[in-house]
Nanobody, 117 residues
Framework: QVQLVESGGGLVQPGESLRLSCAASGRTASIANMGWFRQAPGKEREFVGEITRSLGYTNYAGSLKGRFTVSLDNVKPTVYLQMNSLKPEDTAVYYC??????????WGQGAQVTVSS
């Protein structure tokens, strides 16, 4: 089993930056990928970005590429989400996730990110 604990959410103004962290514990040797998703009220869960444990390859949602960055401390392991130039439409609960196979089957508790003037 894998446990994920998120931190770093909060309230920011448009144009500012925020960094989320997600620390994994438990059977971390089994983790193949770590990533981020977000969900706003009334909307479907949306993929944000991910990174592979073995090679460090990243993949992002097309609309967020260049503004959001996923990185990984492969020893802990801890995955980060750097969010720059935040917009009000980025407001959502952000979830980190981990996979020991092809699907994400471990999830963090969620971190609220609110972008407002």
């Amino acid at each position: 089993q894998v446990q994920l604990v998120e931190s770093g959410g909060g309230l920011v103004q448009p144009g500012e930056s925020l960094r989320l962290s997600c620390a994994a514990s438990g059977r971390t040797a089994s983790i193949a990928n770590m990533g981020w998703f977000r969900q706003a009220p009334g909307k479907e869960r949306e993929f944000v970005g991910e990174i592979t444990r073995s090679l460090g390859y990243t993949n992002y949602a097309g609309s967020l590429k260049g503004r959001f960055t996923v990185s990984l401390d492969n020893v802990k392991p801890t995955v980060y989400l750097q969010m720059n130039s935040l917009k009000p439409e980025d407001t959502a609960v952000y979830y980190c996730a981990a996979s020991d196979s092809r699907s994400y089957n471990y999830w963090g508790q969620g971190a609220q990110v609110t972008v407002s003037s």
